[in-house]
């Protein structure tokens, strides 16, 4: 009976690793296809891929992309951690993350993130730098240091998010760690960023607003910080400001 066991548990590795590459052969399929469509040459994703070019018109010669995609979206229902497109950035992706795997599988990411800060902050007399901005935004950029309060802050947002993860059977579910809607909004709740306050804007740059023309002058540089850290698109120079009004 042992060895039957045995048995039984060695032909169950060999059937899970026979479908592993069954899925890896189709994903590989997928994404010569999706190369193809782009217009890249044959060379570069033969050299990508390392295959030959002839191996590669043969693997994409007569495909279906639309066949291959709904294939990929089986794949990603059976929790294959299957390739987004590669236009989109991993904030942009977040509110596409249905299922409760996807999200722990993200937060996991943010975890390796804080542990790496953490090495950097002890073995290097600087701090890391992160980008509050979402890398869609790019080339802008909003770059900021990351210390020990900020590491903390995240691993805190993290533990609260997946506590509330392991308590929600769907991501609708959720209300503290359910995705914001703009991708902006979220990257900073991940990076334990709190919306810009004016009153903190003033103290945090020493930035004096005493007067009817200082005030202007402050709420116009607050603004233009808000539109560097991404909270808002408006022209500082144009939009609302209190301290304009009832001047001609």
Known sequence: MGKFRRER??????????????QAERERAWALAAARGEKVS????????????????QLTKGTDLDTLDAALGQLRAAGWPAPEDPDGSDDEELSGRTGIAERLHDEVGWLRQCADWLDHLEARPYPPAANLR??????????????????????????????????????????????????????????????????????????????ARQGELAWTAYQVERRRRGETDEDPYTAYNPFRQGRP
């Not at 044959?42 to 018109?57: D, F, I, M, Q």
């Open 134 to 211: 979402p890398e869609g935004d790019f080339p802008d950029t909003c770059t900021v240091p990351v210390r020990l309060p900020r590491v903390a802050a995240i691993l805190r947002r993290i533990a609260f998010d997946i506590d509330e993860l392991a308590c929600a059977r769907r991501v609708e579910d959720l209300q503290a760690a359910q995705v914001a809607d703009d991708p902006r909004a979220e990257r900073r709740r991940r990076l334990a960023e709190p919306d810009l306050r004016y009153a903190e804007f003033c103290d945090r740059t020493k930035t004096p607003w005493h007067s």
């Open 9 to 22: 548990r060695v032909l169950a590795r060999v059937r899970r690793a026979a479908w592993r590459l069954e």
């Open 42 to 57: 044959v060379r570069k994703v033969a050299e990508a891929a390392g295959l030959s070019p002839t191996r590669v018109h």
